[in-house]
């Protein structure tokens, strides 16, 4: 099924000047960019991203405890506070420096996309794909120096928060329609 994700090379990535090999792994894969900036992101901005749901904070929050657990850390906060925490360093991480919003479509876009990405931890992720590959940091390099894991790119999870971040990141006419010279010879016979 043809769909469309959200993608962002987050500021870390942009510093590193990772952006152009970012986009190659994608266009290389088949899958068409179809909307780009760069932009200094704001908290609010930041904030609807990241939703302040229960939802949201407790499957990141569980993450962290999941690391811990491997860990032998110990600790009587709930997955929703941690994921909290998480949530208030990543308003800070992602304004932090400019980053470069995408909008993504072709086959099964979200999960191929989240399988270039990788594991949230680049220290778990495989190499191969984009945090295996150009990161090393984890659950508790974040953990020691109180901020989120850098990990050079966000990706849509899943169907609804792909139709939700494209459309808080792209006004409708920032996303252009246009054909790859191979789409046919990818999609066609
Ligand atoms: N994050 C973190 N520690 C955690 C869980 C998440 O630092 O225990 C950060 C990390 O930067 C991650 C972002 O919060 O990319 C959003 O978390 P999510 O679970 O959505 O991971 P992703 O979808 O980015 O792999
Ligand atoms: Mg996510």
């Not at 990788?118 to 953990?143: C, E, K």
């Not at 901020?147 to 494209?166: D, F, M």
């Amino acid at each position: 099924m043809i769909e469309k994700t959200f993608m962002m090379v987050k500021p870390d990535g942009v510093k590193r000047a990772l952006t152009g090999t970012i986009i190659q792994r994608v266009e290389q894969r088949g899958l068409k960019i179809i909307a780009l900036k760069m932009i200094l992101a704001d908290k609010e901005l930041v904030g609807k991203h990241y939703v302040d749901d229960a939802e949201w904070c407790d499957s990141v929050g569980k993450k962290t405890m999941d690391s811990w657990a491997k860990r032998g850390v110990k600790s009587d906060e709930t997955p929703i506070e941690i994921g909290k925490r998480i949530r208030q360093w990543l308003m800070d991480y992602i304004t932090s420096g400019p980053v470069v919003a995408m909008v993504i479509e072709g086959h099964d876009t979200i999960k191929q996309i989240r399988k270039l990405v990788g594991d949230t931890s680049p220290h778990s992720a495989a190499p191969g794909t984009i945090r295996g590959d150009f990161s090393i940091d984890s659950y508790a390099v974040g953990d020691q120096l109180n901020r989120p894991i850098k990990n050079l790119v966000h990706a849509s999870g899943n169907k609804k928060e792909a139709q939700n971040e494209i459309s808080l990141w792209f006004n409708k006419d920032e996303v252009q329609d246009y054909k790859r010279i191979d789409e046919d010879l990818i999609y066609r016979t």
